[in-house]
Nanobody, 126 residues
């Protein structure tokens, strides 16, 4: 079955950077549109960034635009999230998720994601 494993989380000071990775196995990664989401206890899961299977389109939540960059390497079956200028409010569990052949509209819908990782904790201290 398809497995998604996130890594790269940790504790960082405000203003610092982290790069998250999500390694995908057991499927055809090049056909999956991918997303990074984050979860804070008591709040709705938020879509942070998405990238289509063709890499032709990316999307960023307003809260991270200009600071975060999503990318993918199909040769390594991995999607990345480069996070710069981190703020305390970026503290969350970050998850990756995938949709086979996901379209741009579908990537905005949580219920359309078929594959999910377990998440990696990112904590930003002041």
């Amino acid at each position: 079955q398809v497995q998604l494993v996130e890594s790269g989380g940790g504790l960082v000071q405000a203003g610092g950077s982290l790069r998250l990775s999500c390694a995908v196995s057991g499927g055809t990664f090049s056909t999956y549109s991918m997303a990074w989401l984050r979860q804070v206890p008591g709040k709705e899961r938020e879509i942070v960034a998405t990238i289509t299977w063709s890499s032709s389109n990316t999307y960023y939540a307003d809260s991270v635009k200009g600071r975060f960059t999503i990318s993918r390497d199909n040769a390594k079956n991995t999607v990345y999230l480069q996070m710069n200028s981190l703020k305390r409010e970026d503290t969350a569990v970050y998850l990756c998720a995938g949709q086979p052949w996901g379209s741009v509209p579908a990537l905005r819908l949580l219920q359309e994601y078929r594959y999910w990782g377990q998440g990696t904790q990112v904590t930003v201290s002041s």
